[in-house]
């Protein structure tokens, strides 16, 4: 196989890994209150909360919750978007965009749980998103230097990521069912 066939073959392995990560944080973020078998239904059934001011709730959050609670919220907003900031660049070569784009999915998350009150729209999440989303450029970037033959970098990058997006359905999967309860399985 030649490089340039090794290399698109390797893209687009991560253009179906970026879009099942992308499917994943829409399910989290917009439909986290819904039933997965039932996304719709949850639709309107909160009130809309929003924060425009930057940073308020996470001062609020310092102020009156506990440290769990807060770095569960820094980190979860942080790290959601890491895997964007990498494989963006990696599967599409938007390389100058990625942070914008970044910033536009975390306004449209935003704006969608305002919009269908599926959430809470906070500016501080969209801050955070965003911070996330550079933290996985500037990772993109340190192993770009680091596995300077691109075909290199895209197979690391293909069995690293798709290997930790296996391992993430599978703990959150596992999770779920320790939360939730295994539920009854009936075969037809």
Known sequence: MTVSKREKLLRGILKIIFIIYFLLLMRFTIFKYAAITEPLKAFFLRSREYNIVPLKATLQMIRGLSPIRLIENLAGNIILFVPFGILLPLAFKAR???????????????????????????????????????????????????????????????????????????????????????????FY
């Not at 989303?133 to 970098?153: E, M, N, P, R, S």
């Open 96 to 186: 100058g965009k990625t942070i914008l784009f970044g910033f536009l999915v975390s306004c449209f998350i935003e704006a969608m749980q305002f919009a269908f009150a599926m959430g809470a729209a906070d500016v501080d999440d969209i801050i955070l998103n965003t911070l996330g989303a550079v933290i996985g450029y500037l990772i993109y970037i340190i192993a770009k230097h680091i596995f300077k033959d691109q075909t290199v970098l895209l197979t690391v990058s293909a069995a690293v990521l798709g290997a930790g997006l296996a391992a993430g359905i599978f703990i959150l999967y596992i999770a779920g069912y320790l939360v939730e309860g295994f539920p009854n399985i009936t």
